[in-house]
Structures are given as structure tokens and as C-alpha cells.
């Protein structure tokens, strides 16, 4: 299921920042500017820094650092409910064949152990 939200994730944020708002890189650029500004760094050191995240202020990085994000937290998050909820086992199933002891009175000519396959009406037992 992660990997389906991974999908929508990654879509919906590449329209987001390329369609609904072209500004968005910008505006963070200058946000990052004004909070590196008011912490006291030189222009020189707010620059570098703007420099360093620029690689990942891309549609398509931003894009699919969100879908791997997805993926990764499902995973873990699976992990985690693997490890508390147990799923009971399920009941075996035969098909549509009846398996019983064979206990008829009147066959004591058969071992006690054998188990005899009975078939409903019309079922025919297929060997190969």
C-alpha cells in the first residue's frame, strides 16, 4: 500500500510545485534567507548555505525524496504492526473434498487407521 501512496506522493507534489506554485523554490530560498539572516550569518555563509540546498529544490528531487519517504515509513510502520497483530491461521481447507476416518462396522476387513476420501455427487477424483 505504500508503494500506491508513494505514487500519488510523488504526483501530487510534482503538480503542486509545477503547476499550482511556480514560486515555490523561490519563496523558500528567501525564507531560508531571512531566518539564516536574523541568526546573525554573514551574507557570504546565508549564500553558501542557500547553495548547498539548492540541488534538492527541484520538482522531481522534492518529488521523489516525498514518494521514498512514503515507502520507507510504510515499511517501518509495518514492521511495527507485524509485531502486535498476529493473524489467526486460517482454517485448512480440503477443496471440495470430505476427508474422514473410516469407521463402518461392517467393513472389518479394513484397517482402523484408513482415512477415506468421500466425494459429493457428480465429483469425480482426478488422479494427474
Same mark, same amino acid.
Given at each position: 500500500m505504500s508503494a500506491v501512496g /508513494?505514487?500519488?506522493i510523488f504526483v501530487g507534489s510534482y503538480v503542486l510545485v509545477t503547476a499550482v506554485f511556480p514560486n515555490y523554490f523561490m519563496e523558500?530560498? $528567501?525564507a531560508g534567507r531571512v531566518t539564516l539572516g536574523a541568526q546573525g550569518l554573514s551574507e557570504q555563509a546565508i549564500q553558501a548555505q542557500l547553495d548547498a540546498m539548492a540541488p534538492?529544490?527541484?520538482? =522531481?528531487?522534492?518529488?521523489?525524496?516525498?514518494?521514498? /519517504?512514503? #515507502?520507507? @515509513?510504510?515499511?517501518? $510502520?509495518? =514492521?511495527i504492526l507485524a509485531a502486535f497483530i498476529k493473524a489467526k491461521a486460517p482454517a485448512p481447507r480440503l477443496n471440495?473434498?470430505? =476427508? %474422514?476416518?473410516? %469407521?463402518?462396522?461392517?467393513?472389518?476387513?479394513? +484397517? +482402523?487407521?484408513? @482415512?477415506? #476420501? @468421500?466425494? +459429493? +455427487?457428480?465429483k469425480y477424483l482426478k488422479l494427474f
Open positions: /508513494a505514487i500519488v523558500v530560498q $528567501e534538492m529544490q527541484t520538482p =522531481l528531487a522534492n518529488s521523489l525524496t516525498g514518494g521514498i /519517504a512514503t #515507502i520507507i @515509513t510504510g515499511l517501518i $510502520e509495518s =514492521l471440495q473434498f470430505n =476427508l %474422514k476416518k473410516f %469407521k463402518d462396522s461392517s467393513r472389518k476387513h479394513f +484397517p +482402523p487407521h484408513l @482415512t477415506v #476420501i @468421500t466425494l +459429493p +455427487p457428480g
